[in-house]
């Protein structure tokens, strides 16, 4: 079960990035990348990739000390 909770919150903590970057970029702030046609996909792409390497790193970090 302590296993399963690591693993749990270990892609809470890597999906909360995801969050954060969405918050960032919804409040109307203006960054330029609005009138781009294929900005949406890129930034998409960029949160998706950084979580999952987040979650990846945290992952072998755990293997690596025992904790998986």
């Given at each position: 079960?302590?296993?399963?909770t690591l ?62």
């Amino acid at each position: 079960i302590m296993r399963l909770t690591l693993v749990l919150a270990v892609g809470s903590f890597s999906m909360s990035f995801g969050g954060l970057t969405a918050a960032v970029f919804g409040m109307n702030l203006h960054t330029g990348l609005e009138a781009h046609p294929y900005a949406f996909y890129g930034v998409v792409a960029a949160i998706a990739v950084t979580q999952v390497s987040i979650g990846a790193q945290l992952l072998r970090f755990c293997r690596r000390h025992g904790l998986l």
